[in-house]
């Protein structure tokens, strides 16, 4: 109960903050930047090595690549039914396949799981999703936005210096290492500001404006990210007769709300931000209702 009143009362403080204008229009941006280069390496070295190499640590991973894959293919296709132009076919591609795995998802799985079940998802976050939004995003932001090539060696450095990934390959070797007492307590230290900051963040970019002629890409986006998402995961923990801690994670983390850095993506790129910033506004809170349901169903 604590974590939710942490997670609703962090949220409530930086969407208050926005409409007074408290603080500094970039103050996403540096909160942001904070929890990639200081919170969120302090949880990976905190939590990977507690993993043990096994099918567990790479179920996550697995799951997060089925599912936006088959969400990617599913959009493109509804897309083309409903014969959505280019820029909002690009911005449903970003908002309805990404999910905010790490900033959300790491307090929503912590109130449900516990601590233990945060290196699962640092998998299906950094493994999974932030390839994801580094290939992928970037391809979909360059190829529906204009005619310019995608420049993969760009993205492939960017890719291998991101500060949380550097730190996901640094951590691998200390698989199964015991930390003196006195570094796992500055990791800890350091990784408790993530729920905090992130969802302060999050509330200062909350938008909730809904572009009324664009109601049927807006329930696409929604459906397949919160509803579809989750069902793809349990279907794949089926088939493969999955049925622990791991794959719980996955299937929760598969269902969280819109990706923030996804809906800004778009934005910047001019792929139908006013419905970008809708999707994620609404996704982000609908997010928290949406994932209670799937732990009960998985539960």
């Known amino acids: 109960m604590e974590n939710f009143a942490l997670i609703f009362t962090a949220l409530f403080i930086g969407y208050i903050i926005n409409l007074k204008n408290i603080f500094a229009k970039d103050t996403p941006l540096i909160l942001n ?36 894959s088959l969400s990617a293919l ?6 083309k039914l409903f014969k959505f132009s280019k820029n909002t076919t690009g911005a449903l591609m970003l908002v309805g396949v990404l999910g905010n795995t790490s900033f959300v998802g790491i307090p929503i799985i912590e109130a449900y799981f516990g601590e233990e079940a945060l290196g699962y998802v640092l998998m299906y976050d950094q493994l999974g999703t932030f390839i994801f939004l580094s290939t992928y995003g970037t391809f979909i932001s360059i190829y529906f936005s204009s005619e310019e090539k995608v420049d993969i060696k760009a993205i492939a450095i960017k890719m291998l210096t991101f500060p ?14 015991t930390f003196h007492p006195l570094i796992t ?20 970019q909350l938008r909730f ?16 990210q919160l509803i579809i998402a989750p069902l793809i995961a349990l279907g794949v923990c089926y088939v493969f007769s ?19 850095t996804a809906g800004a993506v778009a934005s ?15 996704g982000t809170i609908f997010s928290f209702f949406s994932t209670w349901f799937v732990f009960k169903l998985i539960s």
Request: hydrophobic share 60%; aromatic share 12%.
């Open 33 to 68: 930047q904070f929890i990639i280069y200081i919170s969120l390496p302090a949880m990976i070295f905190l939590q990977i090595p507690r993993l043990s190499f096994s099918l567990d640590a790479i179920t996550p991973v697995f799951v997060s690549w089925i599912v936006m």
């Open 74 to 79: 599913m959009i493109l296709i509804i897309s």
């Open 164 to 177: 949380t990934f550097v730190a996901l390959i640094f951590s691998l070797f200390f698989i199964g290492t």
């Open 185 to 204: 307590s500055v990791l800890s230290s350091l990784a408790s500001t993530i729920v905090p900051l992130a969802l302060v963040a999050v509330g200062l």
């Open 209 to 224: 404006k809904l572009p009324k002629d664009h109601l049927t890409p807006f329930f696409l986006a929604l459906s397949i």
């Open 242 to 260: 999955w049925d622990n801690l791991a794959s719980l994670v996955s299937v929760m983390e598969a269902g969280m709300g819109p990706m923030i």
């Open 268 to 282: 910047m790129s001019g792929l139908a931000p006013r419905l970008s910033s809708a999707v994620v506004g609404y």
